[in-house]
C-alpha cells in the first residue's frame, strides 16, 4: 500500500491512512472479501480505536459473516463513540433481534426513533419484535404509524395482517392482505398469509389457487403441506400424494408431510377427482360467468364451502 | 400481438375476457375472478412498466405532504420559472408547512402578482396565521375584487375581521354571503351567530328561525335560537322551543343547560334544577355544574351545591367561581356570628355548550 504524497506535509499523517483503510475496507466488504474485510478494519481499529465508522464497518462485517454475537458488540462499542447514530442504532437493534433478544432489540429501536422520528425502517423493524413479543397491539400501532407516513407501504400492510390474524380478526386481515397484495402482487409473505387464512376458513380451493401463485416466487415445505392438506379436502388423492411428496423432498424428517403422504395413499383406494384445466375447483361462485358454463361446477359445488 | 391494458383487463366483461385469453393463448375456463387474474398476471409480466415518473414538481409537492418541508422547499426553487406561478404557490406552501410564514406569505404574493388569484387567499391564511387579521382581511379583498361573489373569499373574510375585532364589519359581510347565496343553508345559521356574538339577540334569533326554515333537521340552529330568545328575554319562547328540540333530541346537554336557565329566569327553581341534572349526566362541564351549584345555592341546598362546585374543581382545579362558591358554602363560614347574606348568583346567560363554542362553519 502507498500512501499519498502530501501525507508528510500533514500535521497528522495518520488520517490519511485511516482514510485509506476504510476505503479498503469498504471496498472489500462490498466485494464480498470478509477477510479481507476484517484485516483493513482492524488496522482501522488500531490507528484510531474511538473511531464510530470503524466499529460499524466491524459490525456489519460480523453480521454478514453470521457472527451475530460479535456484531451486538462491535455495534454497541460504535455507540459509545456516537450515541446518536442512526446506523449504529439499526444495525444493533437488527442483531438483537436476529438473535432473538427482542425486549432489547425494541429499547433499541425506540433509541433510534427518539433520534429519527420518521424512520419507516426502525418503525417495521419495532413491530415485527413485538409481534415477536405477542404484543400484536403495539406492534399494529407501530405498522399503522408506517402507514400513515407510507400508504403504499405493502410490507407494513402485511405485517398489520399478520398481527391481525393472531388477534382472530380475520376480516380485518385479510383487507391487510388484500391491501398488500394489491400493491405488490408477488409478495410472497402476503401470499402465504393470504393462504393461511384461507385455510382458518377451512377453504381448500382458495388455498390450492394462492399456494400455487406463492409457488412461484418461492418454495416452502410447510405450504407444500398446506396445498396437500387442501388436496385431501377436495378429494384429490394424486394431487395431494404429489404436494406431500414435494414436501418430503425439501425437508426429509417431516413428521406432516409423511402422515398426510400416508393419508394421500389411503384415500387415493377411495376417491382421486381430476380437475382438468380448472385451476380454481373448489372456489364456486353462484351466478359468476365462468362458473355457469365450467363442466365440473356440480362437483366444484359439493366442495366449495 | 399487442397486450390489452391493465385497466381494460380489470373493467372487462366475460365475453371480451375470454376474447383476450383466445387471442393471448390463456385458458379461458374457470371463475371470471381467476381467469381476470390469469390474464392480468400474463400482462403484468409482459408488459412494459408505466412510463410515468415524477418530474420534481411532483417531488416537492409529495414531499411537503410527507413532512419534508425544507427538502420541499429546495425543490421547489429548482422548478421556478418567470412566468408561472404554480411553483410559487407550491413554495409557499412548504415554507408554511415549515413554519416560516414571512417567506410565505412573499410565495404566495408573487403567485398573485403573476396572474393566480388564489394566492391571494393562501396569503390571506399565512398572514392570519402570524396573527395580522387586518392583513388577511386585505388580501381577502384583493381576491374578492375580481370574484366578488366567491363564497370561500366572503366567508374567510368575516372570520378574519371577526378575529381581528371587528364584529360589525364581519357581520355585514356575512349579510352579504346570505344575499348572494341565499341557497346555502348553513350561512344564515353562521350569521346568527356572528349576530348573537355581536349582541344583535333579536337579529340572531331571526337569523336561525330562517336558517330552521330552510332546514327543519337544522336541530343546532333551533337550539341556538332557543338561547337567542332567552338573552334577549323571551323566556316562554325560548322554553317552548328549546323543548321542542329535546323531544327530537333529548341527549342535548347544552339544549338542557339553556331550559334549565330560563326555568331558573321565570322563577321555576326546582325544574332548573332537574333539567341541569339531566344535562351533567349527559356532559359534565364545569359551565354547567357551576350553574348547577349556584341554583342549589340560591335554593338553600348548602350540601348539594357544594357537592357541584367540588365536581368542578376537580374538572378545573382553580376555577374561581367554583372557589368563591365553596369559600361561601364551607364548614368555617358558618361559625361567623352573623351570617353573611348569599349574593344572589343567578345565572343569567345560558351555559356554554360545545355546539355554540364552535366557530361558524365555512
Known amino acids: 500500500m502507498t500512501l499519498p504524497p502530501e501525507v508528510g506535509n500533514r500535521f497528522l499523517p495518520s488520517v490519511d491512512r485511516l482514510e485509506v483503510v476504510m476505503r479498503a475496507a469498504r471496498r472489500a466488504f462490498e466485494r464480498g472479501d470478509i477477510e479481507g474485510a476484517l484485516r483493513e478494519d482492524d488496522i482501522a481499529i488500531q490507528l484510531k480505536p474511538e473511531y464510530d465508522a470503524a466499529w460499524l464497518l466491524r459490525g456489519h462485517i460480523f453480521r454478514k459473516d453470521g457472527n451475530i454475537p460479535g456484531a451486538?458488540?462491535?455495534?454497541?462499542?460504535?455507540?459509545?463513540q456516537n450515541g446518536e447514530s442512526e446506523e449504529g442504532w439499526l444495525g444493533l437493534a437488527s442483531a438483537l433481534h436476529e438473535v432473538g433478544r427482542y425486549n432489547e432489540a425494541r429499547e433499541a429501536y425506540d433509541r433510534l426513533l427518539k433520534i429519527h422520528p420518521r424512520s419507516i425502517e426502525a418503525w417495521i423493524d419495532k413491530g415485527a419484535a413485538l409481534h415477536e413479543l405477542r404484543?400484536?397491539?403495539?406492534?399494529?400501532?407501530?405498522?399503522?404509524?408506517?402507514l400513515g407516513m407510507r400508504p403504499e407501504h405493502a410490507g407494513a400492510w402485511n405485517n398489520k395482517g399478520a398481527a391481525l390474524m393472531r388477534l382472530g380478526d380475520e376480516s380485518a386481515a385479510a383487507r391487510c392482505v388484500e391491501e398488500a397484495l394489491h400493491l405488490n402482487p408477488d409478495f410472497f409473505d402476503a401470499i402465504a398469509n393470504r393462504v393461511l387464512l384461507f385455510r382458518k376458513a377451512g377453504r381448500h380451493g382458495e388455498i390450492v389457487l394462492w399456494a400455487d401463485r406463492?409457488?412461484?416466487?418461492?418454495?416452502?415445505?410447510?405450504?407444500?403441506?398446506?396445498k396437500g392438506q387442501a388436496h385431501l379436502g377436495l378429494g384429490e388423492s394424486t394431487l395431494g400424494m404429489k404436494a406431500f411428496e414435494r414436501a418430503l423432498a425439501l425437508d426429509p424428517k417431516s413428521k406432516e408431510a409423511k402422515a398426510g403422504l400416508r393419508k394421500a395413499k389411503l384415500l387415493r383406494g377411495k376417491t382421486d377427482f381430476y380437475r382438468g384445466v380448472y385451476e380454481c375447483f373448489g372456489t364456486h361462485l353462484a351466478g359468476d360467468p365462468g362458473c355457469a358454463e365450467c363442466e365440473i361446477r356440480a362437483r366444484c359445488h359439493e366442495v366449495s364451502p | 400481438m399487442s397486450l390489452p391494458s391493465l385497466a381494460e383487463v380489470e373493467h372487462a366483461d366475460w365475453p371480451s375476457l375470454q376474447r383476450i385469453c383466445e387471442t393471448l393463448g390463456l385458458n379461458p375456463k374457470g371463475r371470471s375472478a381467476v381467469v381476470r387474474m390469469r390474464v392480468t398476471d400474463f400482462v403484468r409480466r409482459r408488459g412494459h412498466a408505466p412510463s410515468w415518473k415524477p418530474n420534481r414538481e411532483h417531488q416537492a409537492a409529495l414531499l411537503t405532504r410527507l413532512g419534508s418541508p425544507d427538502l420541499a422547499e429546495r425543490v421547489w426553487e429548482s422548478t421556478i420559472q418567470l412566468d408561472a406561478p404554480a411553483p410559487w404557490m407550491g413554495l409557499g406552501h412548504a415554507q408554511l408547512a415549515g413554519g416560516f410564514l414571512g417567506e410565505a406569505a412573499k410565495s404566495f404574493g408573487h403567485a398573485a402578482a403573476m396572474g393566480d388569484s388564489s394566492a391571494e387567499l393562501h396569503r390571506a391564511?399565512?398572514?392570519?396565521?402570524?396573527?395580522?387579521?387586518?392583513?388577511?382581511?386585505?388580501?381577502?379583498?384583493?381576491?374578492?375584487?375580481?370574484?366578488?361573489?366567491?363564497?370561500?373569499?366572503?366567508l374567510m373574510k368575516s372570520s378574519f375581521l371577526a378575529r381581528a375585532g371587528f364584529e360589525e364589519e364581519s357581520t355585514k359581510v356575512l349579510h352579504t354571503a346570505v344575499d348572494l347565496h341565499p341557497e346555502v343553508p348553513v350561512l344564515q345559521r353562521t350569521l346568527g351567530l356572528a349576530l348573537l356574538k355581536?349582541?344583535?339577540?333579536?337579529?340572531?334569533?331571526?337569523?336561525?328561525?330562517?336558517?330552521?326554515?330552510?332546514?327543519?333537521?337544522?336541530?343546532d340552529a333551533q337550539a341556538m335560537r332557543g338561547a337567542a330568545l332567552l338573552l334577549a328575554g323571551r323566556t316562554r319562547e325560548a322554553i317552548g322551543l328549546l323543548r321542542e328540540v329535546l323531544e327530537l333530541d333529548p341527549s342535548r346537554a347544552d339544549v338542557l343547560n339553556n331550559l334549565g336557565i330560563a326555568y331558573l329566569s321565570s322563577g321555576r327553581g326546582r325544574s332548573a334544577a332537574v333539567n341541569l341534572e339531566r344535562a351533567v349526566k349527559h356532559l359534565e362541564s364545569p359551565r354547567i355544574l357551576l350553574n348547577l351549584?349556584?341554583?342549589?345555592?340560591?335554593?338553600?341546598?348548602?350540601?348539594?351545591?357544594?357537592?357541584?362546585?367540588?365536581?368542578?374543581?376537580?374538572i378545573r382545579a382553580k376555577d374561581p367561581d367554583a372557589?368563591?362558591?365553596?369559600?361561601?358554602?364551607?364548614?368555617?363560614?358558618?361559625?361567623?356570628?352573623?351570617?353573611?347574606?348569599?349574593?344572589?348568583?343567578?345565572p343569567k346567560k345560558p351555559g356554554k355548550s360545545t355546539r355554540a363554542r364552535s366557530r361558524p362553519s365555512r
Open chain 1, 72 to 80: 451486538i458488540e462491535a455495534f454497541a462499542a460504535a455507540l459509545k
Open chain 1, 135 to 146: 404484543d400484536y397491539r403495539a406492534a399494529i400501532a407501530c405498522y399503522d404509524k408506517v
Open chain 1, 214 to 226: 406463492a409457488f412461484r416466487i418461492r418454495e416452502a415445505p410447510w405450504l407444500w403441506i398446506v
Open chain 2, 125 to 154: 391564511e399565512v398572514l392570519a396565521a402570524r396573527g395580522d387579521f387586518d392583513g388577511a382581511a386585505r388580501a381577502c379583498d384583493t381576491y374578492l375584487a375580481s370574484h366578488p361573489r366567491d363564497l370561500r373569499g366572503l
Open chain 2, 198 to 219: 355581536a349582541g344583535h339577540l333579536a337579529a340572531a334569533a331571526e337569523a336561525f328561525h330562517e336558517a330552521a326554515r330552510q332546514d327543519p333537521k337544522d336541530l
Open chain 2, 293 to 314: 351549584g349556584k341554583i342549589r345555592e340560591a335554593e338553600g341546598d348548602r350540601t348539594e351545591a357544594l357537592q357541584a362546585y367540588e365536581q368542578v374543581l376537580r
Open chain 2, 323 to 346: 372557589l368563591a362558591g365553596r369559600r361561601r358554602l364551607s364548614p368555617s363560614e358558618k361559625t361567623r356570628t352573623t351570617p353573611t347574606k348569599p349574593a344572589k348568583q343567578t
